[in-house]
């Protein structure tokens, strides 16, 4: 499994290139939707963390394990390490064009 999301988490890194294309048509609204649906591709929330902490009426920037970018203020990190989440990475975190670190380790 871990394995699988690190092939995952590579995947959507080499994808950014291509999405510098579209930073224009992105916003901090773009970051919250990839994000709650990667929230929705989850198959295991041990401990229905991000079930209660990532709701669309906090900021996504307040978000556990989010880091936002001080200067634009755009979703560029998540660390979701030792949460024990289980699931698929959805094409949507594509959409996350400033990220630049992604850990996702069993
Ligand atoms: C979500 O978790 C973060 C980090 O632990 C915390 O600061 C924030 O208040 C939580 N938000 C909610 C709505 O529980
Ligand atoms: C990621 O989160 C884990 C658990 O909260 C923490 O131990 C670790 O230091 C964090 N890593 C980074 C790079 O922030
Ligand atoms: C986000 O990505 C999904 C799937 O790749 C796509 O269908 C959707 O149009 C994108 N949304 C935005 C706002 O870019």
Redesign the pocket.
């Known amino acids: 499994m871990g394995n699988t999301f690190l092939y995952l988490a590579l995947l959507v890194i080499f994808h950014f290139p291509m999405t510098i294309f579209?930073l224009k048509?992105?916003?901090i609204?773009?970051d919250q939707?990839?994000l709650l649906?990667f929230k929705d591709h989850l198959v295991h929330d041990p401990e229905s963390l991000l079930a209660t902490n990532w709701s669309a009426s906090t900021p996504v920037c307040n978000w556990l394990g989010v880091g936002c970018g001080s200067k634009h203020h755009r979703v560029i990190a998540l660390n979701l390490s030792g949460l024990g989440l289980v699931g698929t990475l959805?094409?949507?975190?594509?959409?996350l064009s400033f990220l630049s670190y992604f850990h996702k380790k069993q």
């Open positions: 579209c048509s992105t916003t609204l773009t939707s990839a649906a959805p094409p949507h975190l594509g959409n």
